[in-house]
């Protein structure tokens, strides 16, 4: 990957004279700062200055124009973590020629990414936070393609993941230390800047405390398509795929090689009795048990074995990221140690249970206070308390449940989430074969099974006045257009019957297509009706225009 910019694609003059002329021209997509990338012509940026620059000109654009509430508070998330004000982007303004004035400028000529890392040191950000959000924004765009040059200007150095950012690219993503190299002026021919936020689905607590997204906009199949992708960028062909083909359950008997994978931590959070720990899932699950570590293994390494596996056991921590590589199916067990509530610390049970993702989710607490081994001593990032008052200490040492807390800084949180424990293993096992009894097969989830309906077709309402309190109201429609192109399993409508004027409804649920209604129907009086189609229970479908249907 080379880190020089070729000159020699664009014609130095031509670039400098249309810069000039031209100045910036924005675009952007997104109403609030929160949702928006935008994307630039001669976006130029101020190594001396470390600002980025808009030279405006005749012939500049720049939508949405704010004006000064460009400020209120920036104009877009550099990161993807949403709305944090160390991750805003801004830029300064000038006339066109005030460039005359200024040092030569260097042309970009690569479509380039500006974005900023959000935690490069750890793995799970790194996933979450740059490298799905950063893949999908090149997927929407798509002059972002294998020839893009990312920049990072978070200001962090490479960091110890850097080989997976340079998976997203043919070229070597620069940072924002390495820009000043190019020059005190650098201008960006085409640039996009921010990253979509669609694919994150964790937020880690800086308002409220830390929890799955409100809105979830991803599902396993975007998940499972970054992971084929990257997985082909490191040379790594699931073992798996060999026997997918039929998938007959002999089939399935005949894999002889299924296994269970420890992902391990040799620094923090240990598991104290690992040994104990995998004899006794050998039994369990009557597999053969690796192991697989950050410190002892090749990133690459670790996906090959994890892509094949049938269950992945591990603390809770960043390393848990890597069941995004997992096959369909497969189970997830994630330990927690003393006093940390599972339920609120869900990044990873969230990444397994979203639609589609086909992952069995386990989670285990340490509930023996015996059984763990705390670090009061530790400096205060890794859990250490020695620094805090005595009685604050006490009340954290006595103290039996972390409460709820926001990000980061929270010692008792800490302090907890770094203990090592030894796993008692009857409640292991007691959990794990609790949870297994509601493991669903794979092969329920069909990519078919994900359609929805369409909406009914040519509803229609009649009806009839019997005595002067009794009438009848038949609505009948006709089936969705795309069920004819599909098995469905069940298929099933659903019918509003609201009276109007009234806030209430009466719903139904009917396996066919036609339905008269006479309980609670009224003579001489109007009924709004909506009609949808379900399929298999869950699949909604839209609701057909609304019936105005008088008795
Ligand atoms: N890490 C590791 N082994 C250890 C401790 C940490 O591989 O014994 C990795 C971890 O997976 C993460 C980074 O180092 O990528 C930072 O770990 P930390 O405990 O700070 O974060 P957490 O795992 O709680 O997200």
């Not at 699931?238 to 299924?258: F, I, L, P, Q, T």
């Amino acid at each position: 990957q080379s880190q020089e910019l070729s000159q020699a694609h664009i014609d130095y003059h031509v670039a400098l004279q249309a810069l000039q002329e031209h100045g910036t021209r924005m675009v952007c997509t997104g109403k609030m700062h929160t949702d928006r990338v935008c994307r630039f012509d001669y976006l130029c940026y101020c190594s001396e200055a470390e600002e980025f620059v808009f030279f405006h000109s005749n012939s500049s654009v720049m939508l949405p124009n704010l004006g000064s509430r460009r400020f209120q508070p920036a104009l877009l998330d550099l990161s993807s973590v949403e709305d944090h004000n160390t991750q805003y982007f801004n830029f300064l303004e000038l006339p066109a020629a005030a460039l005359k004035f200024m040092p030569k400028p260097v042309f970009v000529p690569d479509v380039t990414l500006i974005l900023n890392r959000f935690n490069p040191d750890n793995l799970m950000h790194v996933f979450h936070d740059d490298l799905i959000p950063a893949f999908y924004t090149m997927k929407q765009y798509s002059d972002l393609d294998d020839e893009a040059r990312l920049v990072f200007m978070e200001g962090w150095s490479e960091g110890p993941h850097f080989d997976l950012y340079r998976l997203l690219s043919s070229k070597q993503p620069l940072l924002k230390e390495q820009l000043r190299n190019f020059g005190k002026l650098m201008c960006f021919t085409k640039s996009y800047v921010g990253l979509s936020k669609m694919t994150t689905w964790y937020q880690y607590g800086f308002v409220q405390p830390q929890g799955p997204k409100a809105n979830m906009l991803v599902s396993g199949n975007e998940i499972r398509q970054f992971a084929r992708a990257l997985m082909e960028k490191m040379n790594i062909t699931r073992v798996e795929e060999v026997y997918k083909d039929g998938g007959s359950a002999e089939h399935e008997k005949e894999r002889k090689d299924d296994y269970v994978v420890v992902f391990s931590r040799s620094a923090t959070r240990l598991i104290l009795n690992e040994a104990e720990l995998i004899m006794a899932l050998a039994q369990e699950f009557q597999m053969r048990v690796v192991t697989v570590s950050l410190e002892e293994q090749s990133f690459p390494g670790i996906v090959q074995v994890i892509s094949g596996a049938s269950v992945l056991v591990s603390m809770h921590g960043a390393q848990l990221i890597t069941s995004l590589f997992l096959p369909r199916g497969a189970a997830v067990v994630e330990l927690f140690p003393f006093a940390v509530n599972p339920e609120q610390y869900t990044p990873y049970k969230t990444l397994a249970t979203l639609p589609g993702m086909d992952l069995h989710y386990i989670s285990w607490r340490n509930t023996q206070e015996e059984n763990t081994i705390t670090h009061p001593d530790r400096p205060w990032e890794q859990g250490g308390i020695v620094h805090l008052e005595k009685e604050e200490q006490e009340r954290i040492l006595a103290s039996k449940d972390v409460p709820r807390h926001l990000c980061c800084r929270n010692p008792e949180w800490l302090f907890r989430i770094y203990q090592d424990t030894l796993v008692d293993i009857p409640s292991f096992l007691e959990t794990l074969k609790e949870g297994m009894k509601t493991k669903p097969s794979v092969k329920k989830s069909k990519p078919a099974s994900t359609v929805h309906p369409g909406r009914v077709r040519e509803p229609q309402c009649q009806t009839s006045v019997q005595t002067t309190n009794e009438a009848k109201l038949t609505v009948s429609w006709q089936i969705p257009w795309n069920l004819k192109y599909l098995k469905v399993r069940e298929v099933k409508y659903e019918v509003w019957i609201q009276e109007q004027g009234e806030n209430t409804y009466m719903p139904y649920i009917l396996p066919q297509q036609n339905y008269t209604f006479s309980e609670n129907i009224k003579p001489f009086t109007t009924y709004l009706v909506w009609v949808r189609c379900i399929f298999n229970k869950s699949l909604l479908g839209p609701f057909a225009d609304v019936l105005m249907c008088r008795t």
